[in-house]
């Protein structure tokens, strides 16, 4: 069989792919951000990270949509719209369907932080880093590359030090929990002009 026959399959895993790289690039950007003091850089990296976000969202969907035209597979709408649903792996499949709403409904939340609230939509948006987990997840179980050295590597690359900081993240935030709140500094009347 030519190239051709398989082309939609072939467009599918590249933009998954893609898709995966983008993802981890996204999260790891933001967590840097998000972990570095004040800079004047900020602003820029604030836009590359949205810029990487709304490219992963755009392959996300090419990565569904162009399934609709693999003769093997034929998923239909609903093989990749309702999770669970389609014959392909279903349970792994649905883990990415589930994986792609939650970062595109989280992503999309950007423009409508003014209405939800800016610390709401921090909280929600550290709910991401949940999401692009349950795509690596649906990479590695639906993956027909997955097992594939090459691929492991050249996903390694932004997956694993996104997956140490964010694990560096929880480690400090449930080391900080543990340690209770922190007591309130009182200033005495010779430094409270300071």
Request: aromatic share 8%.
């Amino acid at each position: 069989m030519s190239a051709a026959h398989h082309l939609f399959w072939i467009t599918s895993r590249a933009a998954g792919s893609a898709a995966m790289l983008a993802a981890s690039a996204s999260v790891l950007l933001g967590l840097m951000m998000s972990s570095s003091r004040r800079s004047q850089n900020r602003r820029d990296h604030r836009v590359l990270h949205e810029a990487l976000s709304l490219t992963t969202l755009a392959l996300v969907g090419l990565h569904g949509v162009s399934l609709l035209g693999d003769a093997f597979l034929n998923p239909g709408l609903t093989g990749i719209v309702v999770p669970f649903a389609g014959k392909y792996r279903p349970l792994w499949t649905g883990i990415g369907i589930i994986a792609g709403y939650g970062l595109a409904i989280l992503g999309l939340s950007y423009y409508l932080r003014d209405r939800i609230g800016a610390s709401r939509w921090k909280r929600l948006h550290r709910l991401t880093a949940l999401f692009w987990l349950l795509a690596i997840v649906h990479t590695i179980g639906a993956g027909s590359d997955a097992g594939e050295p090459w691929f492991l590597i050249f996903n390694g690359v932004l997956i694993a030090p996104a997956a140490l900081l964010l694990a560096l993240r929880w480690i400090g935030r449930a080391s900080d929990e543990k340690a209770g709140p922190k007591p309130a500094i009182k200033l005495s009347p010779r430094n409270s002009d300071v």
